[in-house]
């Protein structure tokens, strides 16, 4: 993975993980063969990864924080902060290194607990378009392992997080970035396939989202199109094993490829889709990367009439062209012809994967989504930094055009 020089997180990849190297992982980053090890996991079994972590617990002092809910809660976190807290206390020592392990859910858990060691207060002071608190240092240090496609937490310096209020918020920080990512294939193995589709469609956004960003550089363009190419050429066929029940290279070569999309948006920010995202998950409770699938098409045509969003998604839909033997559907193509092509694949691809794309879809009917609520709802995406890095500005009637078009 060369495009990991451009992350501070250092990335490891192995194939399996077995306790001695997990043991030699964290002497090699907490720099000490005794210090007290506090991993932050999902709760449901890991096979592949349990006996690692049984073999390190006879090794070394070790502690488990398992209260991990998807889209986490400030409350959650600080329940998580104080019983690390009881722990270091008992223990007479804070812990030499933090262990995330798990979806984005567990390792942006694991980000905020770090981070709330070390800076006072509660997270929400931290949270929402006008924060009470700065963020002022950095926590122990951190590990993250990843067990599903498409998250990228575990190389960025974003964590997002449901305030007490109801709304999701994004925190970012540097004092969020991990020090290490261990991409682990077995992990990812025998992942369901349903949560393959929505994590690596998540994935396919941060992609897509560096590069219709405002904040967009040379080189987070070449790292999203990279990205890009490699996770429309491997999510099909990985889907596809998982379908069957059979475990396939191409997952964790998707794990690897998720990775670098996070490496890419890590330089940006996400934009239009991840703001409208948030309103999906606090309203309907759909998961994150469910909720980054819905809009994509909308945001999509939308940032197409912007010249320079449009000449880098037609470059990118070469580039998949190219990837995947379809050269001759964009050969000789304009670049309206070729990002089309491209809009195109990226709705099929969610309508493959069995992820939802309108209102009805989601058990939304227009009743439910009349003029006022849509405003009352999605008006509140105008206070979010995310849409603000949106290459083309949308405005609460944009938004709101955009939404009733998902009514069917």
């Known amino acids: 993975m060369l495009n990991a020089l451009a992350t501070p997180t250092r990335i490891a990849r192995v194939d399996a993980l077995c306790g ?145 209020s109801g709304r999701k918020a994004t925190l970012a920080s ?26 690596a469609y998540d994935a396919i956004t941060h992609a897509l989202e560096t ?20 996770l429309m050429s491997l999510v099909r066929p990985a889907y596809e094993a998982r379908s069957g029940g059979r475990r396939d290279p191409s997952v964790g070569l998707l794990l690897e490829a998720a990775c670098a999309a996070g490496v890419a948006f890590n330089l940006t920010g996400t934009a239009a889709i991840h703001a409208l995202s948030f309103i999906l998950s606090e309203e309907w409770h759909q998961s994150h990367g469910v909720a980054c699938a819905f809009f994509v098409d909308s945001v999509y045509a939308a940032n197409l009439a912007d010249a320079g969003a449009l000449a880098k998604l037609a470059r990118a839909a070469r580039a998949i062209a190219d990837a995947s033997g379809a050269a001759g559907s964009v050969g000789g193509a304009s670049d309206a012809e070729a990002a089309a092509w491209l809009g195109s694949r990226l709705v099929e691809l969610r309508a493959f994967l069995g992820l939802p794309g309108s209102f009805p879809e989601i058990g939304v009917g227009r009743a439910e989504l009349s003029d006022a609520r849509i405003a009352e709802l999605f008006d509140k995406a105008q206070d979010d930094a995310k849409l603000k890095n949106n290459i083309r500005a949308l405005d609460a009637a944009a938004i709101r055009e955009l939404v009733r078009a998902k009514l069917g």
């Open 211 to 230: 590069l219709w960003n405002r904040n967009a550089t040379e080189l987070s363009d070449a790292l999203a199109e990279d990205a890009l190419a490699s």
């Open 20 to 164: 001695a190297a997990l043991a030699r992982t964290v002497f090699y980053l907490s720099g000490s063969p005794s210090s007290r090890v506090l991993v932050v996991r999902d709760p449901r079994p890991f096979p592949t990864l349990d006996p690692a972590l049984a073999e390190l617990a006879a090794r070394r002092p070790l502690s488990v924080l398992d209260r991990v809910v998807p889209n986490p809660r400030s409350e959650d976190v600080a329940a998580m902060v104080a019983a690390a807290m009881r722990a270091a206390a008992a223990a007479g020592a804070p812990p030499g290194l933090v262990i995330g392990i798990g979806g984005g859910s567990a390792l942006d858990s694991a980000k905020a607990l770090v981070f709330m060691l070390a800076n006072s207060g509660d997270l929400d002071d931290y949270l929402g378009p006008s924060p009470r608190r700065k963020p002022e240092t950095k926590g122990p240090k951190l590990l993250l392992i990843p067990t599903t496609t498409g998250t990228g937490s575990e190389v960025t310096r974003f964590g997002v997080y449901t305030m007490r």
């Open 174 to 199: 540097p004092f969020l970035q991990a020090d290490a990512a261990l991409l682990v294939a077995e992990a990812v193995a025998d992942i369901p396939p349903a949560l393959l589709a929505a994590t």
